[in-house]
C-alpha cells in the first residue's frame, strides 16, 4: 500500500508553487487530494474547490464538501499566501496591511480552526487516524527587515499560531499534530515582479546568491517536507518550525532586495 493510502489531504493554494508540488507529491504517496484555491486550477492534480482562505464562510463550505464527498480528513497544507509588497510601517496603508494579514494570517487560522473539526470527525469514526496540519510560514517569519512589514508580520504570527494549535491539540489528546515550514527564496510565482524587470534567469542567479547554499529552492524540495510532515515518518514532530532556506538564517540575515543594485 501507498504510504498514505487511503487519506484525504486539502492543499490550500494548490493552483501554482509549492502547493501544486506538494499536492503531486501527496497524490503520489496514494492520498486523495483536493486543490483549494481563489486561482483556476486547470492542470491540478486531485480535484479542485474554488476557495477563499480569508473566507470564514468559504472554510465551513470546503470542510463540509470534503467530508460529504470523501468522508474524512487527515492533512491540511495551508500553503495560500501572497507577498503584500515591500512597505514599511511608515508606508504600508491600513488597506494593504489588513489584506495581507486577512490571507496570510487569518486564512491560516480558519484552516486551523476547521481542519481541526474534521479531523476530530475523522478519529472518531476511525479511531487509528491521525492529523496532520502542515502550515506554510517563511524565514521572514523568522527574521525581519526594515521592510516587507506586512509579510513578516504575517508570517511570524503563522510561527506561534502553529505551536499554539500543536500545544491545545497535545493537551486535548487529540491526535493532531500542527507544525510550520519556513522556507527560503523559492522559485514561485511570488517572485514576478523581479522576473519581469529582469528575467527569470537573472532574478534567480541573484535571488540565489543571496544563501549560502549558491542557489534558490524548487518547489518541489519544498514539498518533500510538507510530505514528511504530513506521514507518520514524522509522527514525533508537533509544534516544530522546520527550515529549509538553503543555509540563509544561520548566519547574519542578507536582505534580498527587490532587483539587483
Known amino acids: 500500500m501507498s504510504e498514505l493510502s487511503e487519506r484525504v489531504a486539502i492543499v490550500t493554494g494548490g493552483a501554482s508553487g509549492i502547493g501544486a508540488a506538494s499536492a503531486r507529491l501527496l497524490q503520489d504517496a496514494g492520498a486523495t487530494v483536493i486543490v483549494a484555491d481563489i486561482q483556476d486550477a486547470k492542470d491540478a492534480v486531485g480535484r479542485f474547490v474554488r476557495h477563499d482562505v480569508a473566507s470564514e464562510e468559504s472554510w465551513k463550505a470546503l470542510l463540509a464538501d470534503v467530508l460529504g ?10 500553503n495560500a499566501g501572497i507577498s503584500g509588497g515591500s512597505g514599511n510601517v511608515e508606508t504600508t496603508t491600513v488597506a494593504d496591511w489588513q489584506r495581507v494579514q486577512a490571507i496570510n494570517s487569518d486564512g491560516v487560522f480558519l484552516g486551523c480552526k476547521y481542519a481541526i473539526d474534521g479531523m476530530k470527525k475523522t478519529t472518531a469514526s476511525k479511531p487509528e487516524s491521525k492529523g496532520s496540519i502542515v502550515n506554510i510560514s ?5 527574521v525581519s527587515g526594515a521592510g516587507s512589514i506586512a509579510y513578516t508580520a504575517s508570517k511570524g504570527a503563522v ?3 502553529t505551536k499554539s494549535v500543536a500545544l491545545y491539540c497535545a493537551e486535548k489528546k487529540y491526535a493532531i499534530r500542527c507544525n510550520s515550514v ?3 527564496g523559492v522559485d514561485t510565482a511570488i517572485f514576478n515582479p523581479l522576473w519581469q524587470a529582469v528575467g527569470h534567469e537573472q532574478g534567480k542567479a541573484f535571488v ?3 544563501h549560502p547554499i549558491g542557489r534558490m529552492a524548487e518547489p518541489s524540495e519544498l514539498a518533500e517536507v ?3 510532515l504530513a506521514s507518520d515518518r514524522s509522527s514525533f514532530v508537533t509544534g516544530a518550525e522546520i527550515v529549509a532556506d538553503g543555509g540563509i538564517t544561520s548566519g547574519l540575515m542578507r536582505r534580498m532586495p527587490l532587483a539587483p543594485s
Open 69 to 78: 464527498r470523501e468522508g474524512r480528513l487527515d492533512i491540511l497544507v495551508n
Open 182 to 184: 519556513h522556507p527560503g
Open 226 to 228: 510538507v510530505l514528511w
Open 159 to 161: 510561527r506561534l499560531l
Open 138 to 142: 517563511s524565514i521572514a517569519g523568522l
Open 208 to 210: 540565489g546568491s543571496r
